[in-house]
Every structure is written in structure tokens, then in C-alpha cells.
């Protein structure tokens, strides 16, 4: 077995790696949505437009090749070790980002970024997750979470629907949080199952659940890429609920513990205000800067028809 210190060379190198690739994905699949037909909220039919796009489907490969970093990281090091380096996935996002439109990076998204990854790691960190269940757990009462968390998914896609510019873009991205996190909790006991036996999985509902589910919240994030001007403030709400819902999911049906000490909670709050304030900043950055560049582009028009006359 490695030791420690082998296993961190193993597993840091390869959850950076992981992130870039992720990041890269988000930032191809956004400049590629840009190039379709803006369609309606899980309209299948954008899938379909995407697929013929090249700079979609590197995005796919590199979908691909950061989920199996993930895993090789995930092998040598503890998820409290590696998922950090895995939000860091935001930072590359935006970097790549900026490369494809051709226009420099935004100090003040930089630091939105930072300030989101750091209230994450931190909550993270002192939550402390812990528990390897792969089942439901005995007794549990999985209701008032299903609840809880149908309701945000509803209420993002109402305020989505109704509203226009970055309030629909945080909508959309706070319902694809949601459906992505209830998707990598359900896959862990679709996991547990497959190690029963193969056809185990096919006989429970959580299965069919996680075949509607991923997909829907797949599409979605296409539909939040493509609604948005910047990528940046949509990734970071996607990028801050997806673990979070998980670990929910851990604490509350599958009998995970987490740190409930008073100053753990009161140390988790605080993180998650760092997030907002994160979130917050980011998105003020981008109606910001697309406010400047509509402004940009109307003179440019002006000047062009002056021109023309």
C-alpha cells in the first residue's frame, strides 16, 4: 500500500488535473450553447443542436477525462483532501472561458471565485463529512428532505421562468445544483448496489430516479450556459449546492455524521455567508460588465450608422 506522502503525490496532481479538465468542459460547453439556437427550459432539442458543435463535444471528452481524475484522486486521498482542489474547477472555468471569448480576465470575478472556493472548503472542512454508507440508512425518514429540496428546484425554475438577465441565470443554476447534488448522493447507493450484484441495481427506484434526474439536470446546465453572458457566476451557485446537497443526502438518509458541535455550526454558517457574498459579487461583476458591453456595442452601432450616412 502507498504510504501518506505517495498517495498525496498521487492524488494532488490528479484532482488539479481534474479541475482543469472540468473547468475546461464548463467553459467549451458554455461558448458552444452560445452558438445554438436559444431554446425553451429542457428543450431535448438543445442537445440535439449541440451535438454537431466540435468545441460541445471536446467539452464531453473533457467531461469524461476530468470525472476519471476525480476517481484516480479520489483512491489516494480522503474527500476532505480532494474535493477543495476539485472546486477549483471555477477558477480554470473562468480562465478557459475568458481565453475562448478573447477578452482578459476579470480581477474582480477572480476574486468572487476565490472567495466562493474558500467559503466552501472551509464549510467543508468543518462539517467534516464522514461515513462511507452506500444504503439508506435503517429508520430514516427521507420525506422532509425530498420535500425541502423539491420545493428550491421548483421555486428556481418558477423565478427562472418569470424572470429575465441574472436572476434567471441564478434560478436556472441553483435548480441544476440541486438536481446534480441529488444525483451524485443517489449514485452512491446505486454504487452500494451494483457491488451486490449487477442486476441489484435494477430492482430498487433509485436507479430510474437517478436516469431522470442526471439528465434533466445535464440539460439544464446547458439551458444556465446558454442563458448566461459570463460563465463564472452560474458555475459558482452549480459548483457550491452540488456538494452540499450531497452531503445532506449523506447526513439525512444514509446516517453519514457531520460535525454538529456549537462552534463547528456557528464556523459553517460563516462559510456559508462567504459563499453568498461570493456569489453575490460575482454576479453584480457580470450585469456589470454586460451592462458596459451592451453600452459598448450600441455606440459602436451608432458610430457605424454615423459612418454609413
Known sequence: ?????????????????????????????????????????????????????????IGMVATGAGLALQLVALAYAPLLVVQPLLITSLIFAGAFSARLERRSLDGVMVVGSLICIAGLSVFLMLARPSGNADDFAEGTKPLPLVIVLGLLALIALVVSTLSHGSARVLGLAVATGVLYGVTAGLMKIVAGQARSGLGEPFQSWTLYVVC?????????????????????????????????????IGVWWMGETANTAPLALAGEGMAGALIIVGIVLLSSRASHLARAQSTSDELLDGNASERAV
Open 212 to 248: 431522470v434526474v442526471g439528465p434533466m439536470g445535464f440539460l439544464l446546465s446547458q439551458n444556465t450556459f446558454q442563458q448566461g453572458r459570463f460563465l463564472t457566476p452560474a458555475l459558482a451557485v452549480i459548483t457550491a449546492l452540488d456538494p452540499l446537497v450531497g452531503v445532506a
Open 1 to 57: 500500500m502507498a504510504s501518506a506522502g505517495t498517495s498525496l503525490l498521487l492524488a494532488v496532481p490528479a484532482a488539479v488535473a481534474g479541475a482543469a479538465s472540468m473547468g475546461l468542459a464548463s467553459a467549451a460547453q458554455a461558448r458552444a450553447t452560445k452558438e445554438v439556437e436559444v431554446s425553451r427550459i429542457l428543450d431535448p432539442g438543445l442537445l440535439r443542436g449541440l451535438a454537431h458543435r466540435p468545441l460541445w463535444l
